[in-house]
């Protein structure tokens, strides 16, 4: 189930519809039932040329909520240009409110993939509303941010993304940094390939790209999509893959962007890569800007 047929349910839905995958069907859900209806009618004139067969339907309500293994929030306020991730935090905490328990009155004992923001405060209010195991209610974290800083490394390299390993940690915001005492290709560690002026600014574009983006076109909507893709095809495939997805970290007691390794029922355990001084630092800042932000959320709840 897709909550949320804007920008980035649409494209996550159209991402799944044009790649290989383990997904049977798509259930789309939106307020404005007509724009969901519409969507399912497009993507499936799709089907037939499609790499996979799936079923793709909308509903008007949360009834099939309980068949579903992975149900994948969207829904809320769109970022506008000049606003941070937090300035949406009341408003899509409320939204939220009302999906988890409709979602979860419906009988859902699945998988919650939150991808609205701000995502690591939405992914800890949807593991309080649901009362689901924290290893089943995950964020899309900074998996697409991580997914930025390759591709600018590999760029300034030479080299093709997948070959970079490297994260993006912390906070899905303004917080977040790069975890460049871990980052390497074929095991050469990067802070030996790159100046440190050539680190900051890599940094920099893959924390800062969102606001390039949305300054230009309004949205993003197809990295993420692609994104959160790769993570429905790793519970749906079992992968045990390692992504920077948002999950509860038990020492600071919030959510936030870390390698994880995600399988069939969610996280099996979040990795603890060693961290220097100054990326331990940095931890605790993005750490600290994830309370206040949580603060704010449940203010009027």
Same mark, same amino acid.
């Given at each position: 189930m897709i909550v949320g047929t804007g920008n980035v349910g649409a494209s996550i839905a159209y991402a799944l519809v044009n790649?290989?995958?383990?997904?049977?069907?798509?259930?789309?859900?939106?307020?404005?039932?007509?724009?969901?209806?519409?969507?399912?009618?497009d993507l499936n004139d799709a089907i037939t040329v499609a790499p996979s067969f799936l079923k793709i339907n909308a509903a008007n309500d949360y009834c099939a909520a309980g068949d579903c293994d992975i149900c994948v929030i969207t829904a809320g306020a769109n970022q506008k240009v000049g606003e941070t991730r937090t300035d949406l935090v009341q408003k899509n905490a409320r939204i939220l409110k009302e999906i988890v328990n409709q979602v979860m009155a419906a009988g859902f004992k699945g998988i919650f993939v939150i991808v609205s923001n701000p995502v690591d405060t939405l992914s800890y209010l949807a593991w309080q509303y649901s009362g689901l195991p924290a290893e089943r209610v995950i964020g899309s974290g900074t998996i697409?941010?991580?997914?930025r800083l390759r591709f600018a490394i590999a760029q300034k390299i030479g080299v093709h993304p997948k070959s970079v390993h490297a994260y993006q940690v912390g906070e899905h915001g303004d917080s977040e940094f790069a975890l460049?005492?871990?980052?390497n290709i074929g095991g050469e560690r990067l802070v030996k390939l790159l100046s440190d002026s050539e680190r900051? $600014?890599? $940094?920099?574009?893959?924390? $800062?790209?969102a606001y390039q983006i949305i300054a230009k076109k309004g949205a993003t909507h197809f990295g993420i999509a692609t994104c959160v893709v790769q993570i429905?095809?790793?519970?749906?495939?079992?992968?045990?893959?390692v992504l920077s997805i948002s999950s509860y970290?038990?020492?600071?007691?919030?959510?936030?962007?870390?390698?994880?390794?995600?399988?069939?029922?969610?996280?099996?355990?979040?990795?603890?890569?060693?961290l220097n001084e100054a990326e331990g630092v940095k931890m605790q800042q993005s750490i600290n800007a994830l309370r206040a932000t949580l603060a704010i959320a449940e203010k009027n709840q």
């Open positions: 790649q290989r995958t383990s997904t049977h069907e798509i259930i789309l859900v939106d307020l404005n039932h007509d724009d969901a209806l519409g969507e399912a009618m697409l941010d991580s997914a460049w005492s871990a980052a900051t $600014e890599i $940094e920099k574009t893959a924390r $800062e790209k429905i095809n790793c519970i749906f495939g079992d992968e045990r893959r970290d038990d020492c600071a007691k919030v959510y936030n962007g870390f390698p994880a390794i995600l399988g069939k029922n969610g996280v099996i355990r979040r990795l603890m890569p060693h």
